[in-house]
Nanobody, 124 residues
C-alpha cells in the first residue's frame, strides 16, 4: 500500500559525500516517522537516523556531525546527506517509513514500510 524507493547510493572514496533520497508513494493516508537504517555484511540492521513529521531528528552516535537527515512532507520524501564518509559506513542503506494507508475504502493502521535498499561503498 505504501512503496518506498531509494536512490543516491554508490561508490565513493573516504572523505567524500553522498546524498540518499527516498520517495514514498501509493495509498498513503499519513506518514509519521521516516528514517534510514544500514546493514553491513553479516550484521544486523541498525538505525542511522530518523525524523518525525514535525522535523525532530535522532542520530546514531557514529554519524553525529557527519550525516544530516531531512524530509519534504509535501513530496513524501526523506533525505540523508552523508559527509566525511568512512570505510566503516559501507553498507546497504534502507529507507523506513511509519505510515498508515487508505485503499479501496479501507483504512490500514500505521506500520513500518521498507525500501529495497541502496548500496553505499566507501573505499579507503
Amino acid at each position: 500500500q505504501v512503496h518506498l524507493v531509494e536512490s543516491g547510493g554508490g561508490l565513493v572514496q573516504a572523505g567524500e559525500s553522498l546524498r540518499l533520497s527516498c520517495a514514498a508513494s501509493g495509498s498513503i493516508f499519513r506518514i509519521y516517522d521516516m528514517g534510514w537504517y544500514l546493514q553491513a555484511p553479516g550484521k544486523q540492521r541498525e538505525l542511522v537516523a530518523n525524523i518525525t513529521s514535525g522535523g525532530s531528528t535522532n542520530y546514531a552516535d557514529s554519524v553525529k556531525g557527519r550525516f544530516t537527515i531531512s524530509r519534504d512532507n509535501a513530496k513524501n520524501t526523506v533525505y540523508l546527506q552523508m559527509n566525511s564518509l568512512k570505510p566503516d559506513d559501507t553498507a546497504v542503506y534502507y529507507c523506513n517509513a511509519d505510515a498508515s494507508a487508505y485503499w479501496t475504502g479501507r483504512y490500514y493502521p500505521r506500520r513500518d514500510y521498507w525500501g529495497q535498499g541502496t548500496q553505499v561503498t566507501v573505499s579507503s
